[in-house]
């Protein structure tokens, strides 16, 4: 498995070693020594998740202030356009974000980590969306930036489709007046 650096340090792309022939595929998309090295701790994954979305529909940006959990994301049916932003206001990137297209197709999977926002767009029908967490989902603590906050300047790759929301990523909060992490 290979190991891609992103803009920001601790955001990192992982690229599995595809093994394939006229029968399909195999890949290893999992291996928690390399993850451990990659990111310089053992990983404690407690649940996973799983979503399938229509063509446009944009799920984000989401964080938890309390019980921040860490995300390895990945797609096995579609493709999305993923997004991360650094909420930790102690960071040299505090408000950068990075932007990476997961599909099917090329395997990719992103590695979100605590005291980030994530993201992403559905650039097919029916995407499936997978990923594992670090900590135990907890609406008390979920908060939501605007997709379309002004200050991040996010380029979602929409080519000027308006994207789907939920009511609750409608009520999103722009940055500046969000809750970060120190």
């Not at 690229?15 to 998309?29: I, L, N």
């Not at 909420?87 to 099917?104: E, I, N």
């Not at 590695?111 to 767009?121: D, L, N, T």
Request: aromatic share 12%; hydrophobic share 40%.
């Amino acid at each position: 498995m290979q190991v891609i650096a992103t803009s920001i340090p601790e955001v990192l792309i992982f690229e599995p070693k595809v093994y394939g022939d006229a029968r399909g595929f195999f890949y290893e998309s999992f291996n928690e020594k390399v993850f451990a090295d990659a990111v310089g701790s053992v990983p404690k994954f407690v649940q996973d998740n799983h979503s399938r979305s229509a063509r446009h529909v944009l799920r984000g940006l989401h964080y938890q202030i309390r019980q921040p959990q860490g995300k390895l994301v990945r797609v096995t049916s579609g493709e999305v356009f993923d997004v991360v932003v650094d909420l930790r206001k102690s960071s040299p990137t505090f408000g950068q974000w990075v932007g990476q297209t997961l599909s099917a197709e090329n395997k990719l999977m992103l590695w979100v980590p605590p005291g980030f926002a994530h993201g992403f767009v559905t650039m097919a029908d029916n995407t499936e969306f997978l990923y594992k967490t670090t900590d135990f989902y907890a609406p008390e603590h979920e908060r939501c930036i605007r997709w379309d906050d002004p200050q991040l300047a996010i380029d979602w790759e929409l080519g000027g489709a308006e994207p789907a929301l939920s009511a609750k990523d409608k009520q999103g909060q722009l940055l500046v007046d969000a809750d970060i992490f120190e």
